[in-house]
C-alpha cells in the first residue's frame, strides 16, 4: 500500500477540483496512482450524473461570441442547477473554455461539441468531472451557431441570454444593435415568411374569436383576423418590429438607413428562463 502524503492529496485536488477527502480516498484506492485516482474521480462523477439525471438543470451561464473574421458566432448555454454555481467564476471559464472550443472547430451539433477534446477530456466527460466536483447536474442547454457576411453578438448582463445575428454587410454598431433588439423583443422568426404554419393557424383562430366576441358579422370575421395577423407580424418578426431605439423605423429601414440594402439572413437567441 503506498503512502499517501497531504502534497500529494494537495496536487491532486488541484489537478482535479475535486473534495480534499475524496482525492484521499481516490489514491488510496489507486494505490498512489495519479491517473488511476483521477480515472476513479471521473466515475465518482459518472455515478452522480445518473443520479442526478432527472433534476432540473435550469440555471447556467450562457456566452455568444464570434471568430476573428466576424463569419461565423456560437451561442453556448452550459446549465447547471443552481443560481450559485452558475454566478462562479470557474464556471463561467468553463462556459467560455466550450465557447472558443466551438469557435475554433465549428461542431455541427451539440452531440459534435460534446466530443471535442478539452485538455485531456472531451466537453462531454468534463461535464461529467464537474459533476462530481460540483455535485450538480451539469449539461449542455443549448449550442447554435450563426454563418453570414458579418455575424454580431449580445450578451445580456448577468450571462443568461445571448443572441447572434448575421448581416449581408459589415456594419458593427448596427449589428450589435438588432442583436440587442432580438435579446429585448424575442422575435418569433426572421421575417413572415419564416413563421411556423401551426403559429399563424393558432393567430388567425384567435382573431376569429376575438371578432366573434366582439359582434362582428360572421363573413367579415376572416378579413379582420387577417388584418391582426398582419399587426402579429409587425410585432414579431424580427425585419418588421420597431426600432427599440427609434419607433420611426421598423427594423428594415433601420439598417437600410445605416447602408442600402443592409440586412439580416438569419438570428439565434437562446435564453435561460427569458
Same mark, same amino acid.
Given at each position: 500500500?503506498? #503512502?499517501?502524503?497531504?502534497?500529494?492529496?494537495?496536487?491532486?485536488?488541484?489537478?482535479? +477540483?475535486?473534495?480534499?477527502?475524496?482525492?484521499?480516498?481516490?489514491?488510496?484506492?489507486?494505490?498512489? *496512482?495519479?491517473?488511476?485516482?483521477?480515472?476513479?474521480?471521473?466515475?465518482? /462523477?459518472?455515478?452522480?450524473?445518473?443520479?442526478?439525471? *432527472?433534476?432540473?438543470? #435550469?440555471?447556467? %451561464?450562457?456566452?455568444? +461570441?464570434?471568430?476573428?473574421?466576424? #463569419?461565423?458566432?456560437?451561442?453556448?448555454?452550459?446549465? %447547471?442547477?443552481?443560481?450559485?454555481?452558475? @454566478?462562479?467564476?470557474?464556471?463561467?471559464?468553463? #462556459?467560455? !473554455?466550450?465557447?472558443?472550443?466551438?469557435?475554433?472547430? @465549428? $461542431?455541427?451539433?451539440?452531440?459534435?461539441?460534446? /466530443?471535442?477534446?478539452?485538455?485531456?477530456?472531451?466537453? +462531454?466527460?468534463?461535464?461529467?468531472?464537474?459533476?462530481?466536483?460540483?455535485?450538480?447536474?451539469?449539461?449542455?442547454?443549448? &449550442?447554435?451557431?450563426?454563418?453570414?457576411?458579418?455575424?454580431?453578438?449580445?450578451?445580456?448582463? /448577468?450571462?443568461?441570454?445571448?443572441?447572434?445575428?448575421?448581416?449581408?454587410?459589415?456594419?458593427?454598431?448596427?449589428?450589435?444593435?438588432?442583436?440587442?433588439?432580438?435579446?429585448?423583443?424575442? $422575435?418569433? !422568426?426572421?421575417?413572415?415568411?419564416?413563421?411556423?404554419?401551426?403559429?399563424?393557424?393558432?393567430?388567425?383562430?384567435?382573431?376569429?374569436?376575438?371578432?366573434?366576441?366582439?359582434?362582428?358579422?360572421?363573413?367579415?370575421? *376572416?378579413?379582420?383576423?387577417?388584418?391582426?395577423?398582419?399587426?402579429?407580424?409587425?410585432?414579431?418578426?424580427?425585419?418588421?418590429?420597431?426600432?427599440?431605439?427609434?419607433?420611426?423605423?421598423?427594423?428594415?429601414? &433601420?439598417?437600410? !438607413?445605416?447602408?442600402?440594402?443592409?440586412?439580416?439572413?438569419?438570428?439565434?437567441?437562446?435564453?435561460? /428562463?427569458?
Amino acid at each position: 500500500m503506498a #503512502t499517501i502524503t497531504a502534497a500529494d492529496v494537495n496536487k491532486l485536488r488541484k489537478q482535479t +477540483g475535486a473534495g480534499m477527502m475524496d482525492c484521499k480516498k481516490a489514491l488510496q484506492e489507486a494505490d498512489g *496512482d495519479f491517473e488511476k485516482a483521477i480515472d476513479i474521480l471521473r466515475k465518482k /462523477g459518472q455515478k452522480i450524473a445518473a443520479k442526478r439525471a *432527472d433534476r432540473e438543470a #435550469t440555471e447556467g %451561464c450562457v456566452l455568444a +461570441g464570434t471568430t476573428a473574421d466576424s #463569419t461565423f458566432g456560437a451561442i453556448v448555454s452550459l446549465n %447547471c442547477e443552481t443560481d450559485f454555481v452558475a @454566478k462562479n467564476e470557474s464556471f463561467v471559464e468553463l #462556459t467560455q !473554455s466550450i465557447l472558443d472550443k466551438a469557435l475554433a472547430e @465549428k $461542431p455541427a451539433d451539440k452531440e459534435a461539441l460534446l /466530443g471535442l477534446s478539452l485538455g485531456d477530456l472531451t466537453i +462531454g466527460e468534463k461535464l461529467t468531472e464537474q459533476t462530481g466536483v460540483i455535485g450538480e447536474k451539469l449539461e449542455i442547454g443549448a &449550442y447554435e451557431t450563426v454563418s453570414g457576411a458579418y455575424v454580431a453578438n449580445y450578451i445580456h448582463a /448577468g450571462n443568461k441570454l445571448a443572441t447572434l445575428v448575421a448581416l449581408t454587410g459589415e456594419a458593427e454598431e448596427a449589428g450589435k444593435n438588432v442583436a440587442m433588439q432580438a435579446a429585448a423583443m424575442n $422575435p418569433v !422568426s426572421l421575417n413572415r415568411d419564416e413563421v411556423p404554419q401551426d403559429v399563424i393557424e393558432r393567430e388567425l383562430e384567435v382573431g376569429r374569436e376575438q371578432a366573434r366576441e366582439e359582434g362582428k358579422p360572421e363573413e367579415m370575421l *376572416d378579413k379582420i383576423a387577417q388584418g391582426r395577423l398582419n399587426k402579429f407580424y409587425k410585432e414579431n418578426t424580427l425585419l418588421e418590429q420597431d426600432y427599440i431605439r427609434d419607433g420611426k423605423l421598423n427594423i428594415t429601414k &433601420y439598417l437600410d !438607413s445605416v447602408e442600402k440594402g443592409l440586412s439580416i439572413t438569419e438570428f439565434k437567441r437562446v435564453g435561460l /428562463g427569458v
